[in-house]
């Protein structure tokens, strides 16, 4: 049914008058029932928009029920004894096992990895936005690299750590710096090398991150820079970096909150199933957060006795990375809403 | 390359009126030798994960039991070089070690092979690429069959077991998170009002937060029991638990790229499609899907490379037993896991050793590839669909 001329304009009319009348105009139409459209036609939007949503809640509710089991069944355990006292020999000890050693062996490597890739993932990021051509040959199979080096598998990271860092690199070190001590000090597993090995997987984390950020800006922000006489490098370290300052943070956020969950790359180069002090060096060894998860899970004499520490050391862990998470999550968010009015 | 593409203004960024500014130059240069990094990264992973599986894969090592054994009194007679390779040393070893030290090394050679197990499997050399992924004849054995048992008495190295087990988990996974994913990307793209994608995409994306170990202890405590109660099945670790846990890794993948694919289809196509008097599911399904088609294939593609992948899940949920069997409720040993569990234990430069850092040169091979076609796929629809729009 074709729609009808519209009503006659009133002689005097104003911008806001019109708008009513068309409003009117086109609820009346909506009214009019669309006879050529057939009926099943709407049933089958209707159920595969049912299906799609259905898809969606079920993957939200997958992800609540995780939540919820460990939430649940893990606060009563996560008491404030438990989080800050250390653990004896016997870590499956129900009434006296603490985790403190082994959050702070998890910060410790997360704050040291993240000293070796937010440099180089910033870096390589400025290169990527403000001087390589985006069509460049260079430019493409850095790109593809760092695609590819988020999808390498975890394990194989461990491997490359075990092979390049503690065989290869510490190995050197100890060749070069003691050559007569046949112990090794560096060609061993070691904090550092774990995170090294953490530094190289979480290097397209902060480079895709900080990319998206320095794209968001205006490039009327920096022409405005070039125009009043700075050079390329001064704008960029002067105007670009600052304003891109909060990317940057996400980066460097996602990258801590992926690195302080993975357990396959710190298997063979750094975690320790126990220790009896702290980390002081480089070289030692550490207790880990994650590690000490699994060690939980499967090495357990008796399940059902360490069920509770077992849970309260997951919902310590998950509390980590997914406040670290949302933390990314908001700032990125507000970012986004700062870029749509800035352009 | 074009010359336009040169970057910085001739030789220190000198060049007809410029001042000379040497050090903006030598950072430039700086910033460019760091953006390497990431494609040295790749190669050097590729380069040392290979370089300890190298003897493996050019036949070099020999796990056999029982060798050619040289009376000790026979010393004298070898050469610096035949020594040295008759006891294994590294030429760093042997110049260490006097001559009594040699003798003796010999004698424990000859004891070894006086005490070798009287087995006709034991003369073998289990690393050959034949005896890692062909069937062979063991004794005790009705039929030719693969066998992975690296700590038995005899090695037995066959990767097929192995190689099966991380198929079938990534099946499973992907026959899971597929569709779920794919049809909430669908939904949020297309379907969902705007409001409500501005939340349900962060949050499916927070599944991606979940580590891999937490996944691994949730399939582990809770899932391989409820399935058990409810499939009724035997071992209460197996690959289909393992797969099930696998989708909830996979899920985020598939969802951010399929979502990310379709959303880069130019409004105007979904537009010309309602104004036709489509409904949105039809705009969706008929018209957006079909342009994003080669997007969703890279996110299936990603998706394989995570689940071959992730080590943790499977790890502690698949039961780790290296058995060849075409049930999806066995419990089986995938090729991550045999890496993970093994490792600390081998013995550094042996021949275990070796075969594991083949099994991880084999799944960097795997993601490479499935990474470099998702890569190339993604950029040319994006090229493509830029262009159109």
Redo the contacts between chains.
């Keep these: 049914m074709p729609p009808k001329s519209p009503p006659p304009e009133a002689p005097f009319e104003s911008a806001l008058q019109r708008r009513r009348r068309w409003k009117l105009l086109i609820a009346k139409q909506d009214a009019v029932p669309w006879t050529f459209?057939s009926t099943t036609?709407?049933l089958?939007?209707k159920f595969?928009?049912g299906?799609?949503?259905?898809?969606?809640f079920?993957?939200?509710a997958?992800?609540a029920v995780?939540l919820g089991?460990?939430i649940f069944n893990g606060l009563p355990g996560l008491t404030w004894r438990f989080i800050t006292s250390g653990t004896e020999k016997d870590m499956f000890d129900v009434n006296k096992a603490g985790i403190l050693p082994m959050i702070l062996g998890t910060a410790a490597r997360v704050i040291l990895m993240t000293i070796f890739v937010i440099p180089?993932g910033v870096?390589?990021a400025?290169?990527?936005t403000e001087?390589?051509?985006s069509t460049?040959?260079y430019t493409?199979?850095?790109?593809?690299?760092?695609?590819?080096?988020?999808?390498?598998?975890?394990?194989?990271?461990?491997?490359?750590g075990?092979?390049?860092f503690i065989?290869?690199v510490g190995g050197s070190m100890d060749a070069l710096f003691n050559p007569v001590n046949a112990e090794p000090v560096w060609g061993k597993p070691a904090i550092l090398w774990a995170s090294l090995t953490l530094a190289?997987m979480t290097?397209?984390v902060v480079?895709v991150a900080t990319e998206e950020s320095l794209r968001a800006i205006p490039p009327g922000l920096r022409e405005a820079s070039l125009a009043l006489g700075a050079?390329?490098?001064e704008t960029i370290l002067r105007i670009v970096l600052p304003q891109a300052l909060p990317g940057i943070l996400t980066g460097g956020i996602l990258s801590v909150?992926r690195a302080?969950?993975?357990?396959?790359p710190i298997?063979?180069t750094g975690a320790a199933y126990y220790m009896a002090t702290l980390p002081t060096h480089l070289y030692d060894q550490f207790m880990d957060l994650?590690?000490h998860?699994?060690i939980l899970?499967?090495q357990s004499p008796n399940?059902e006795k360490t069920?509770p520490i077992?849970y309260a050391t997951?919902l310590a862990?998950?509390m980590l990375?997914?406040a670290l998470?949302i933390v990314a999550?908001l700032i990125r968010?507000r970012m986004r809403k700062r870029m749509r009015t800035l352009h | 390359m074009a010359k336009q593409d040169k970057r910085s203004v001739g030789w220190m960024g000198l060049k007809r009126g410029h001042r000379a500014r040497p050090l903006e130059w030598i950072v430039e240069k700086f910033i460019f030798m760091v953006s390497l990094s990431a494609i040295v990264m790749v190669f050097l992973i590729f380069l040392f994960v290979a370089r300890e599986a190298l003897p493996v894969a050019l036949g070099q090592t020999n796990s056999s039991l029982v060798k050619k054994t040289i009376a000790p009194d026979q010393m004298e007679k070898l050469s610096r070089t035949e020594l040295m390779e008759y006891l294994e040393l590294t030429p760093k070893q042997f110049a260490q070690m006097d001559k009594e030290t040699l003798k003796d090394l010999m004698l424990v050679k000859v004891e070894a092979a006086a005490e070798a197990p009287n087995d006709k499997d034991a003369p073998l050399n289990t690393t050959t690429w034949s005896m890692l992924f062909k069937p062979h004849q063991w004794t005790g054995y009705d039929q030719p069959e693969y066998i992975w048992q690296p700590i038995s008495q005899i090695h037995k190295y066959n990767l097929v077991p192995l190689i099966i087990g991380s198929l079938k988990t990534t099946l499973i996974a992907l026959l899971f998170a597929v569709p779920l994913a794919l049809a909430a990307a669908i939904y949020v793209s297309q379907l969902a009002d705007p409001k409500t994608k501005e939340w349900l995409k962060p949050a499916i994306e927070l599944l991606a937060g979940i580590p891999s170990v937490v996944l691994g202890f949730f399939a582990l405590l809770v899932m391989a029991s409820v399935m058990q109660a409810v499939f009724g099945y035997q071992s209460r670790l197996n690959a289909f638990v393992a797969g099930i846990a696998l989708a909830l890794a996979v899920i985020p993948v598939v969802f951010s790229i399929a979502e990310d694919a379709l959303t880069s289809v130019p409004r105007s196509f979904t537009q010309a499609a309602l104004a036709l008097g489509s409904s949105k599911w039809q705009a969706a399904w008929k018209i957006v899907l079909p342009a994003a088609i080669p997007g969703v294939f890279a996110a299936v593609v990603l998706g394989f490379g995570r689940a071959i992948g992730e080590t943790m899940v499977v790890l502690m949920a698949s039961g780790n037993a290296s058995i060849v069997s075409g049930s999806l409720f066995d419990s089986t040993r995938s090729m991550t896991a045999t890496i993970a569990a093994e490792l600390a234990e081998t013995v550094f430069g042996g021949h275990h050793y070796r075969i594991l850092f083949l099994i991880g040169a084999l799944l960097f091979i795997v993601t490479f590839l499935s990474n470099m076609v998702a890569d190339i796929v993604i950029h040319r629809l994006k090229a493509k669909l830029e262009g159109k729009a």
Aim: no cysteine.
């Design positions: 459209q036609l709407g089958d939007s595969f928009t299906l799609t949503g259905f898809a969606t079920l993957i939200l997958l992800l995780i089991n460990i180089i870096i390589t400025i290169y990527l001087y390589a051509h460049s040959l493409r199979v850095i790109r593809g690299a760092v695609n590819n080096l988020a999808g390498v598998p975890s394990i194989v990271f461990g491997l490359f075990l092979g390049f065989n290869y190289v290097l397209p480079i050079t390329k490098l909150s302080a969950g993975e357990v396959a298997l063979f994650s590690y998860v699994f899970s499967t399940i069920r077992l997951v862990l998950l990375t997914f998470n999550i968010a």
